[in-house]
C-alpha cells in the first residue's frame, strides 16, 4: 500500500500554527523570540499571511512583503516550514472604499459596511482580479523559497451574498442546468401557490423577505453557492498555480458546516484540511463529544479518502463559545493525538501567539501574553512536540474501512427545508452520530461517504435519514446489496428525488421497495414527551421523535410497535436481496436499538477492530497502516484508568519497547501508539 505524504520532502507529522508576525513588526525582540520558542516548543511548520492584506499592500498596487521575506526566512534557518495563505478572507479598507461591489449584501438585500473579515462577493469580478494580483506576486516571490510546503486558500470560506451580480449568476446557472423556463417551473413545482416564473429575470434567491417555499429554489441556491464558492477558489488556485504547479493547495474547512457542500470543494484541493473546536468539559460527557469529533475526522479523511490536516484546533480555550472552559491537562495531547489516529497528518493551532488586541486577544495559542515558555501550556504543547516527532514513520499512512456512514449534504438541505415531521428539529446529524458512536466505541474504522463514492469496498453500509434518492444512488444501492453488501436504512427514506420534488408510487422510492421488501406508508411525528415501545429478543426499546408506519412485502420482520395505533406493525426488518441484506429501521431512538443493530450487523459482516481486543467504556483504538504495519492509536477519554487486552502483542511506536496484550493499562486521557 503506498503511503500518501502530504509534504514528501517534509514527511514529518506537521506541528504548529496561525502565526501573525505582522501584528508584531514593530517589535524584533517579540520575533526572535518566537524563533526560539518555535523550536523548544517541537514546532516546525507554521501558518503565515492569513488576514495580511493590509500590510502587503498598503494602499492600491504599492507592495510591501518586507515582513514575509524576514518570515520566509527567520522560519527556514530555525528548521520550520511555511504554509502561505492567501489573504482573500479579509481585505484592505481602500480596497472596499473604492469598490463596494466587493462588499457582501445580504438576504435582506442590505449592503454590508467594510468590517470583520470573510465576507466578500465572490462573484465580484473586481475581487477576483485583486485577489488574482496580489495571489500572484505571493507565488512569484515565495514559490521557489524552500520553507514553502502548501497554499492555504483564504480562510474557511463560507457565507453567501445576494447582490445583483451574484444574482445574475444564479440565474446563468440555473440556465445552465435547466436549459428552459418550463423545465425549471416543472422541477421547481412552481405551479404551486402561482409561483409559476414567466421570465428568467423573476427569479431571486430565496429571501425571509422574498421566496422560501419554493423548496427546490432554495436547493438550488445553496447548490449554487457552493458552485460560486468552488469558482472563486479556483480562480485562487489558478493564481497560485501559475507559479508553483507542485506545491499542494488546501483550504481549511469546518466540519458538517452547511453553508457548503464540502464534497464539491474537496474535488479541487490537493489536500483536505479542516478546524477542530470541541467543548471538552473534562466530564462523562467527552466520551460521547469525542465519538462526535472522531466522525468529523473521518469525514474529513473520507472527502479525499486519504491523509488530511487538522488545520485549527486550540492548545487551551476558544473566545467565541458562551462558555470557553480550557482544557484540561492532558486533554491537548490525547484530542490531538484523537486527529493522527483518525487520519490527520498535522496538529496545527489557532494560534500561535496571542495578539494584544481586538477581539481575539483571549484566544487560546501555544505563547501566551507572558511571551515565554513558563505556561501550563506551552509545556503541554511541548510534550505533544516531541511525541510528534518521534511518529515520522506513521506520516502517510492509509485507514482501511469496512464500515462505512452515508452522509450528503444537499440531502440534509432538503430535509432540513422540508415543512414536515419535528419541522425545525429533523436531528439528522444527532442521528448519524447514534450509528456512529456503536462502530466507535467498538475501535471499528468507518468512512464517512457520499453518494459518488465508490460502495464496493464495504462490507457494511449505513444510510441514517437519506430522505433524497435519485436515480442513479437507488441503483447503486440496489447493486450493493445484489452483489453481497449490507445495507441499513431509516426512516424517511427515499421520499423525494435530486430536485425535491416526491417520488410517487410508494416510499421507498422504486426499486429500493424491492430490495428492502418494505413499503413505508406514513410517518407519525411524536411530541418530545411521547413515545412508542419496540421489542426485540425480550429486550425493550423506546422509540422516539419519528415512527414510519411501514408494511413487510417480502422482508422478514425482527421486531414490532407495541402500542398506539400502530401495535404490531413492523419496527425493524431485513430482507434477502441477491446476496445481500437490506435492514430497515422504521423508528427513531436514543442509541440503545442503534448500538444492538449495529453490532449485530458488525458480527454478520465480520467486521472486527484491527486492535482485537474488548474495549472498556471511555475508550476506543482506531487504526493506520502502510500495508505491511498495523498501527493502533488506543486512546483512553475519560477521565479514569482503564485497561484492557488485546489478542496481539504490541511494540511502541515512540521507543520500540514491548507491550504485553494481555493486560493494557491506560492512565486518564492517555493514547498508546502500537505496531504490529
Ligand atoms: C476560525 C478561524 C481562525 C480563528 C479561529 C478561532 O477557525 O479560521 O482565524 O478565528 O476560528 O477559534
Ligand atoms: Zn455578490
Redesign the pocket.
Known amino acids: 500500500m503506498k503511503k500518501d505524504i502530504i509534504c514528501p520532502d517534509f514527511p514529518h507529522i506537521l506541528h504548529g500554527g ?1 502565526y501573525n508576525p505582522d501584528q508584531w513588526s514593530d517589535c524584533p525582540d517579540v520575533l526572535e523570540e518566537d524563533m526560539r520558542l518555535m523550536k523548544l516548543s517541537g514546532c516546525n511548520t507554521m501558518t503565515v499571511g ?2 495580511s492584506w493590509a500590510k502587503l499592500e498598503p494602499s492600491e498596487g504599492v507592495f510591501d512583503f518586507s515582513f514575509l521575506d524576514k518570515t520566509f526566512d527567520d522560519v527556514y534557518r530555525n528548521g520550520g516550514r511555511i504554509i502561505l495563505a492567501t489573504p482573500s ?1 479579509a481585505r484592505p479598507a481602500w480596497l472596499s472604499q473604492k469598490y463596494p461591489e466587493v462588499l457582501r449584501t445580504f438576504s435582506d438585500r442590505r449592503t454590508a459596511l467594510h468590517g470583520k473579515r470573510h465576507n466578500h462577493c465572490y462573484t465580484s469580478p473586481l475581487y477576483l482580479e485583486k485577489t488574482a494580483i496580489i495571489n500572484g506576486k505571493l507565488a512569484e516571490r515565495y514559490g521557489k523559497h524552500p520553507a514553502l510546503i502548501m497554499w492555504h486558500l483564504s ?2 470560506y463560507g457565507g453567501e451574498c445576494h447582490c445583483a451580480l451574484c444574482r445574475e449568476a444564479f440565474r446563468n446557472w440555473l440556465k445552465a442546468k435547466y436549459g428552459s423556463l418550463d423545465n425549471l417551473n416543472k422541477q421547481w413545482w412552481t405551479s404551486f401557490w402561482a409561483h409559476t416564473y414567466t421570465d428568467w429575470s423573476q427569479i431571486e434567491p430565496p429571501s425571509h423577505i422574498g421566496e422560501d417555499c419554493v423548496h427546490g429554489l432554495t436547493l438550488d441556491w445553496k447548490r449554487f453557492v457552493t458552485h460560486q464558492t468552488a469558482d472563486f477558489m479556483r480562480h485562487e488556485i489558478e493564481s497560485v498555480r501559475k507559479y508553483t504547479p507542485d506545491i499542494p493547495v488546501t483550504t ?1 474547512l ?1 466540519g458538517f458546516y452547511q453553508g457548503l457542500d464540502y464534497r464539491e470543494i474537496s474535488k479541487y484541493i490537493d489536500v483536505v484540511s479542516w ?1 477542530n ?1 470541541p467543548s471538552w468539559k473534562g466530564d462523562g460527557s467527552d466520551i460521547d463529544l469525542a465519538s462526535e469529533i472522531a466522525c468529523v475526522h473521518d469525514l474529513n479523511r473520507s472527502l479525499k479518502h486519504k491523509p488530511f490536516m487538522m488545520m ?1 484546533s ?1 492548545p487551551s480555550c ?3 463559545k458562551p462558555f470557553n472552559k480550557l482544557k484540561r491537562p492532558g486533554q491537548h495531547m490525547l484530542s490531538s493525538l484523537q486527529a493522527i489516529a483518525h487520519g490527520s497528518d498535522t496538529v496545527q493551532y ?2 500561535w501567539r496571542k495578539s494584544r488586541g481586538c477581539s ?1 486577544k483571549f ?1 487560546g495559542a501555544v505563547v501566551d501574553h507572558v511571551g515565554n515558555e513558563n505556561t501550563r501550556v506551552f509545556r503541554e504543547v511541548s510534550e505533544l512536540g516531541k511525541r510528534l516527532s518521534k511518529l515520522d514513520q506513521i506520516v502517510g499512512t492509509q485507514t482501511v474501512a469496512k464500515a462505512a456512514i452515508l452522509y450528503d449534504w444537499s440531502n440534509q438541505w432538503a430535509l432540513d427545508d422540508a415543512n414536515a415531521f419535528c419541522k425545525d428539529n429533523k436531528k439528522l446529524l444527532p442521528t448519524l452520530n447514534n450509528f456512529y458512536r456503536p462502530l466507535w466505541k467498538r475501535g471499528i474504522n468507518t468512512d464517512i461517504i457520499g453518494f459518488e463514492d465508490n460502495f464496493d469496498k464495504y462490507s457494511l453500509i449505513i444510510a441514517p435519514m437519506i430522505y433524497m434518492v435519485d436515480g442513479r444512488l437507488e441503483k447503486k444501492i440496489a447493486d450493493f446489496v445484489e452483489t453481497g453488501g449490507t445495507f441499513l436504512a431509516t426512516y424517511v427514506f427515499g421520499l423525494v428525488n435530486e430536485n425535491d420534488l416526491c417520488h410517487l408510487g410508494g416510499t421507498p422510492c422504486g426499486s429500493l421497495k424491492k430490495v428492502f421488501g418494505i413499503i413505508s406508508e406514513e410517518t407519525d411525528t411524536l411530541y418530545p414527551d411521547e413515545s412508542n415501545k419496540v421489542t426485540m429478543d425480550d429486550k425493550t426499546f423506546t422509540a422516539v421523535d419519528l415512527c414510519d408506519l411501514i408494511h413487510a412485502e417480502t422482508a422478514d420482520v425482527l421486531a414490532n410497535y407495541s402500542s398506539d395505533f400502530y401495535t404490531g406493525m413492523p419496527a425493524f426488518t431485513v430482507n434477502r436481496y441477491g446476496k445481500g441484506k437490506a435492514y430497515f429501521i422504521a423508528f427513531r431512538d436514543k442509541g440503545d436499538f442503534a448500538d444492538t443493530v449495529v453490532s449485530k450487523l458488525l458480527s454478520e459482516c465480520h467486521i472486527t477492530s484491527d486492535f482485537d481486543g474488548e474495549l472498556p467504556y471511555g475508550m476506543t483504538a482506531h487504526s493506520r497502516t502502510d500495508g505491511d504495519s498495523i498501527y493502533v492509536f488506543l486512546e483512553n477519554f475519560s477521565s479514569s484508568e482503564l485497561s484492557t487486552s488485546s489478542k496481539f502483542n504490541w511494540t511502541k511506536v515512540e521507543d520500540g519497547s514491548a507491550v504485553t496484550g494481555s493486560k493494557i493499562n491506560l492512565k486518564p486521557y492517555e493514547t498508546l501508539i502500537l505496531k504490529r
Open positions: 496561525d492569513i488576514f478572507g480562510n474557511e481549511n469546518m478546524d473546536y485549527e486550540t476558544v473566545n467565541w489557532f494560534q481575539e484566544h
